[in-house]
Each structure stands twice: as C-alpha cells, then as structure tokens.
C-alpha cells in the first residue's frame, strides 16, 4: 500500500507563487509514476502534470505549460509541483497520484491519490 500526503497549498495573489510538495511512504518504489490533478468547485478532475521514475519524461497541460514544474526526489520520496504566475483560474483542490511504471494523463490509471490541498488564488 502506498500513501500520499501533499502539502503546500494555501492562498495567494495572482501572478504568486506556491510549491506543492507529495510525500509518498508505504510501499511507494522509484519506479512508480507520479502526476498532479486538480479539481475546481463543479468541475471534473483534471491533469495538471507528470513525471516518469527517473524524471527523464514530464508532461503538462497546456493551461500551466511555461508556469509550472513538476520535479521529484527519490531519495526523500518526494514530488514538487512548482506554480509561478498564478491565475485565478488555478484555484483548486490540488491530488497527488501515483502509478506503476508507465506514463499517462488520466486519471482514472492512477491507484494512489492523496487528500488534496487547496489552492486559491486571488485577484
């Protein structure tokens, strides 16, 4: 069994800054891909970012390419999400997920999720 917890969310102003961390303990193996979903208020759950087991492959959405990075430490377990130029439009409940070995943007392929922190952005 694998547990996620993220941390880092919280308020902030348009055009800020957060980091979201995931720590992953259990039976989480470097191998296992990692990705970032997010979920508005009446909105579907939606992918924000990826990365692979070796950090070689990283994916985003077209609506935070250029503004967020996604990275990872195996040593600590540990996937970051970091978020510049915050928008309004980025307020949601922020999931981390993780998966075996292969790279995919959909949610319904991950077996691990986290609770979720929340995000707010403020204009």
């Known amino acids: 069994q694998v547990q996620l917890v993220e941390s880092g969310g919280g308020l902030v102003q348009v055009g800020g800054s957060l980091r979201l961390s995931c720590a992953a303990s259990?039976?989480?193996?470097?191998?296992?891909?990692m990705a970032w979903f997010r979920q508005a208020p009446g909105q579907e759950r939606e992918f924000v970012s990826m990365i692979n087991w070796n950090s070689a492959t990283t994916s985003y959405a077209d609506s935070v390419k250029g503004r967020f990075t996604i990275s990872r430490d195996n040593a600590k377990n540990t996937v970051y999400l970091q978020m510049n130029s915050l928008k309004p439009e980025d307020t949601a409940i922020y999931y981390c997920a993780g998966k075996k070995i292969s790279t995919t943007t959909s949610p319904t392929a991950y077996a691990y999720w986290g609770q979720g922190t929340q995000v707010t952005v403020s204009s």
């Open positions: 259990g039976r989480a193996g470097f191998t296992y891909t």
